[in-house]
């Protein structure tokens, strides 16, 4: 595997996908937002009207094209980087995540595209089970209230206005059913660094995680 492999996982709202942007920009590297990914096969399969619950209707996947490329997201080269974002697709991915089928297919394309170069990769399982030998591997934690308050600010950000309360309820419900469902739950790495990012802004998470980096290709040299 040439080429150094940073995985990033934690829970929703975690501030994961921002602060690997950010390291992959700051670092001249590739970014995979594999959460994109699993939010892409939520919107074709309710843009198809497949029954969402129905673990076979997903071998539309055999056919489909899903690619992530410089924090856009595509499926057969259709640009969904906004319409993954809705409230229909928040609410179900955790459903749609939680079929082995559906994580066999992306899992292997995600094996795939860290295959080459510098690679900061975001999700659930990537220290785990997508690149278990990693570099390395960090966990980013924060409290429920501050993912809630973050998650707020995007929205607002975006002209969408949402009630505190109701955000830290989808936050936790989907806490709740990415850490306990079979296949693949979020759990952390046993070689992974946890950073608590609840008191941290992100300029300083990120320079924590480019100086371990160093720290890290400075002893194995990469
Ligand atoms: O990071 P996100 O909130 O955009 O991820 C959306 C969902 O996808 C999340 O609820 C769980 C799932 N997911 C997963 O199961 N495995 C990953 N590696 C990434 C995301």
């Known amino acids: 595997m040439p080429g150094f492999k940073l995985a990033i996982d934690g829970p929703a709202g975690s501030g994961k996908s921002t602060i690997s942007s950010l390291i992959a920009k700051k670092m001249g590297w590739t970014h995979i937002d594999t959460g994109a990914m699993y939010r892409a096969v939520t919107l074709q399969a309710i843009e198809q009207g497949i029954d969402l619950n129905d673990e076979s ?22 640009d969904v980087t906004e319409d993954i974002r809705s409230d229909a697709v928040t609410k179900n991915v955790s459903l749609v995540s939680s079929f082995p089928y559906v994580r066999k ?25 997508v690149l278990p030998h990693a570099d390395l591997k960090i966990f980013l934690t924060a409290n429920v209230e501050e993912r809630a308050k973050r998650r707020l600010k995007e929205n607002l950000k975006k002209g969408k206005q949402s009630e505190m309360e109701k955000v830290i309820e989808d936050i936790a419900t989907r806490d709740q059913k990415d ?26 998470v990120v320079s924590k995680i480019i100086e371990l980096t160093d720290k890290k290709e400075n ?4």
């Open 57 to 78: 209707a997903y071998s539309f996947l055999e056919t489909s094209h899903i690619h992530y490329d410089l924090d856009k997201i595509f499926i057969n080269d259709r």
């Open 105 to 129: 297919r992306l899992v292997s394309l995600q094996k795939k595209a860290a295959e080459e170069g510098n690679i900061v990769m975001d999700g659930r399982d990537i220290g785990t089970v």
């Open 179 to 204: 850490t306990t469902r079979k296949e693949s739950p979020l759990r952390i790495a046993e070689d992974a660094i946890i950073l608590d990012t609840t008191h941290l802004t992100i300029e300083e």
């Open 219 to 222: 002893k194995h040299g990469v």
